[in-house]
């Protein structure tokens, strides 16, 4: 509903009849508005870009010094660093526990923030401001205050060096932002329809799942996203909870590269490029959805 | 029909429709809390145990001296029980009063304020010229979009040792500067420059986020407000600062807050720009007191905790006040 809405906002402003007036504005920007609209776009893509580009421009070249003096890289492109990465370091091992960790984690993260969302989109119980407030408070709990007893915590209960352990630490990071989020985004589903499912004889959860989550798919799509990369991208537990190499994440694993007397500097890269593969696809699989879903919870704030 | 109105709608819930006799409605209203605690448990039972009892267990580590040596812990098969004592308020004493006070908390104190104002400022200012950018009707502008989110598509480890790379000695960026016959300063050594290249790295990191939630703003402000104030010949300057600005600040308050918050206890880019153990003077207060519990030997339990215990009240304080602000201008929408 509101992609729909949002999507004929940013095409057409105005119905024809005003469409004159718009073309005249238009035309005031000019070629030299529109050069530099392009010129400024273009820079802040390249300025985004460049840090990626640089990183799969070195993952060609075989040593780990070259990074010194790219241009002799040009002369020996190879995808040896790939190949040794693949076939001599536990890549696949760490594929293996980032995959796992983050499918949980958004599992179990996205669900659980719908659910979430929906009640405090949709009804006032009492202690709902408090709830909202914990909510937001969360996301202020720094690692340092927490990250001892949970490993204390951790370990009397056996989870230290189990998936688990950080799929239940990442969604507590994600899960009140995208409850938070979700929250935006089901306040902008109009609550008729949440009437017309119970007129039709279906509970609140009947309803919950039947109609509004279908609807909702933006917004699921972005909270997705964010549980995914919030994942895939912690550093902190995984670096103090992982100890077992085999089940190391990316995050973990990348850093073996670089110790303090040797950095691989070009297994490295060719490894960041690989992990960059995955995400970029799942990316891309929700970049559509990611403005529209993100104003419903900026907005709704 | 915006997202505006939408909203409007949804704060009115309270009068809303013919409604059925009082019974019913209590009947209803006990129902639907029933159905709103079910949904609600998870988050509030996972958050309580998992966020709240270590919230505590770590506050109470704070008023003890625990460290590594003296934790419980399990050596091959013995386990030897905990040996800390309570000492009451003097890990708070020594952190923030200590003689060391200004080299281990009030420096990094200091820094973690200009680094969380001045990366927040950047975020916000960069993206929202982005996405005003972004917002005008311009030929690719998708493909623009797609290219601008890329920093925050790809993992944050991943990127950063990317500059990591670029930033060394001789790495990219100071080959270019050489090029450029500029001086090139040591980005990974010397203080300034370290704090310089964290700022610059954690922009660049920060900025898609705001772009993305400020343009998502820009396109739920109603495009007739723009057209009426052009009829009152307002400039476009003037329509910048009276319907842009005004439109976007729900939007705002929340990126700005979340900012601040995310920005306070950025762990990710400062640890693994300069390493564990390195750049003393870069780090903030949450890689400082990470490097005390777990990145020098005995490891520091219970100022470590400490630390945290003082990050979680600035941010408390500060959110209290925000919020009260955002209250009194009428800005929240909670």
């Known amino acids: 509903m509101s992609t729909t809405t949002l999507e004929k906002t940013q095409a057409t402003p105005a119905p024809a009849a005003r469409a004159p007036r718009r073309a005249r504005r238009r035309g005031e920007r000019g070629p030299l508005g529109a050069a530099l609209l392009h010129g400024g776009l273009a820079v802040a893509s390249l300025i985004a870009l460049a840090p990626v ?19 002799k890289i040009l002369g020996k492109f190879t995808f040896s660093n790939y190949s040794f990465v693949l076939q001599h370091t536990a890549f696949f091992d760490w594929f293996k526990s980032t995959m796992i960790v983050a499918a949980g984690t958004t599992l179990i993260g996205v669900f659980v923030a719908a659910t979430t969302g929906y009640a405090v989109s949709r009804m006032r119980f009492p202690g709902y401001k408090q709830l909202m407030w914990v909510l937001l408070l969360t996301q202020a709990f720094p690692i340092a205050i927490l990250v001892v007893p949970m490993y204390e915590i951790f370990s009397e209960l056996g989870l230290i060096d189990t998936y688990w352990a950080l799929i239940v630490i990442n969604c507590t990071t994600a899960v009140p932002y995208s409850a938070w989020l979700l929250k935006g985004y089901f306040d902008t589903i ?8 119970r007129v039709d004889g279906l509970s609140p959860f009947g309803t919950f799942f039947r109609l509004i989550l279908p609807l909702a ?40 590269f670089v110790s303090q007397h040797d950095a691989q500097w070009n297994y490295m890269a060719a490894t960041a490029v690989l992990i960059a593969i995955p995400v970029s696809v799942f990316f891309y699989l929700v970049q559509k959805n990611l403005v529209t879903g993100l104003t419903a919870g900026g907005t709704k704030g | 029909m915006t997202v505006a109105i939408d909203r409007a709608t949804g704060s009115r819930r309270g009068d809303r429709a013919p409604r059925p006799g009082l019974g019913q409605r209590i009947r209803n209203g006990l129902q639907k809390y029933w159905y709103a605690y079910a949904m609600i448990a998870p988050v509030v039972i996972v958050l309580g145990v998992i966020v709240g009892y270590p919230l505590l267990r770590g506050f109470y580590l704070t008023l003890t001296d625990a460290n590594s040596l003296n934790s419980a812990r399990t050596i091959g098969v013995n386990h030897i029980a905990a040996t800390y004592r309570f000492i009451g308020l003097d890990n708070y004493k020594d952190i923030l009063f200590g003689p060391l006070s200004y080299d281990r908390f009030w420096s990094h104190f200091l820094w973690t304020v200009f680094w969380t104002v001045a990366c927040v400022a950047l975020h916000y200012t960069i993206g929202l010229g982005l996405a005003l950018m972004l917002n005008e009707k311009l030929r690719g502008r998708t493909f623009y979009r797609v290219l601008l989110v890329l920093p925050w598509a790809v993992p944050t480890f991943v990127t950063v040792f990317s500059w990591r790379i670029m930033l060394a000695d001789s790495g990219a960026l100071n080959q270019i500067l050489h090029a450029l016959h ?39 402000i109603d495009s007739t407000l723009y057209e009426a104030a052009e009829m009152d010949g307002a400039s476009a300057w003037q329509r910048f600062r009276h319907v842009t600005l005004p439109g976007l600040r729900s939007v705002s308050s929340t990126v700005v807050l979340l900012g601040i918050i995310w920005t306070f206890n950025q762990f990710a880019i400062i640890f693994l720009l300069f390493g564990p153990t390195g750049a003393p003077d870069a780090q903030i207060l949450v890689t400082w007191a990470y490097y005390l519990g777990f990145g020098q030997q005995p490891r520091d339990f219970a100022q470590s905790a400490a630390y945290g215990v003082l990050l979680l009240s600035v941010l408390t304080v500060f959110t209290s006040f925000y919020f009260r602000w955002l209250k009194r201008n009428d800005q929240l929408a909670v």
């Open chain 1, 217 to 256: 798919r933006p917004g699921l799509a972005v909270a997705a996203f964010y549980n995914f990369i919030t994942a895939v991208g912690e550093v902190a537990f995984a670096t103090t909870f992982m100890l077992d190499d085999s089940k190391y994440t990316f995050a973990v694993g990348l850093q073996t």
């Open chain 2, 182 to 220: 500029l001086p090139q300063p040591q980005w990974l050594e010397d203080t300034f420059w370290q704090r310089f290249a964290a700022i610059m790295v954690n922009t660049w990191c920060g900025v898609p986020f705001m772009m993305l939630s400020l343009l998502g703003g820009l396109q739920s």
């Open chain 1, 190 to 197: 109009p609550f008729e329809i949440d009437e017309a499912g």
């Open chain 1, 53 to 71: 580009a640089w990183l799969i421009f070195l993952s060609l070249g075989p040593e780990k010094d070259d990074y010194l003096h790219p241009g």
